[in-house]
């Protein structure tokens, strides 16, 4: 059959406000998680990991909470910024397993002026 | 900052044409990647290669499908013969370690007509 591509969750925020980017991931096994932002027509690029011995990690405006029991990940962007607009993928990993990420369908946050 | 690059940025082909799509790694970094992304779909790996061998691949990558670190600075997929669901953005990564942050080209489109 026809293949469909997925209709992205959509996140209109106003600039200046907080972003709240949920993911839910797939193997409860899996022990290593980084959030990518993909810009239109580029290439996904890195914005922070967390490790799964830690529940929470900061970076510059952005912060990544990590909640192993429901398998769930929250990228939260302080204060966004109109080149916040972009989609954001979680991928997930095991270390000591497979080399791949395992990405996430992306949610796409529109920053409103 | 150090960056992968990948070239072509678009590449259109006909079907049952060979493509090469090529990549510069990240100079210091051991291990290497492709990815693709169908219009408007996950980003889903391919293959992983270090030591001059395939590492990992996905059953995505078949028959159809090669890469080969030529030199000592570039990484090649090739595609034997394209079809025309092979058309994607594929996506070149590399990370100093295994299981360590993977960094992303900009793609490269391929369009197979």
């Known amino acids: 059959g026809e293949s469909v591509g997925l209709h992205l969750p959509t996140l209109s925020v106003q600039e200046g406000d907080n972003s709240i980017i949920n993911c839910a991931y797939s193997n409860s096994a899996s022990d290593y998680f980084i959030w990518y932002k993909q810009e239109s027509g580029k290439g996904p690029q890195f914005i922070i990991d967390?490790?799964?011995?830690?529940d929470k990690r900061q970076g510059q405006r952005v912060t990544v909470l990590l909640n192993k029991t429901v398998k769930h990940l929250s990228l939260q962007i302080a204060a966004t910024q109109p080149g916040d607009s972009a989609v954001y993928f979680c991928?997930?990993?095991?270390?000591?397993?497979?080399?791949?990420?395992?990405f996430g369908k992306g949610t796409h946050l529109i920053i409103q002026p | 900052e150090p960056e992968v690059t990948q070239t072509p940025s678009h590449q259109v082909t006909q079907m049952g044409q060979e493509v090469i799509l090529r990549c510069v790694p990240i100079s210091n970094h051991l291990y290497f990647y492709w990815y693709r992304q169908i219009l408007g779909q996950k980003v889903e790996f391919l293959v992983s290669f270090y030591n001059n061998e395939i590492s990992e691949k996905s059953e995505i990558f078949d028959d159809q499908f090669s890469v080969e670190r030529p030199d000592g600075s570039n990484f090649t997929l090739k595609i034997r013969s394209t079809k025309l669901e092979d058309s994607a953005m594929y996506f070149c990564?590399?990370?100093?370690?295994?299981?360590?942050?993977?960094?992303f080209g900009p793609g490269t489109r391929l369009t197979v007509l």
């Open positions: 991928a997930e990993t095991l270390v000591g397993g497979a080399d791949g990420l395992t």
């Open positions: 990564a590399s990370s100093d370690l295994r299981h360590t942050t993977q960094y």
């Open positions: 967390i490790r799964s011995n830690m």
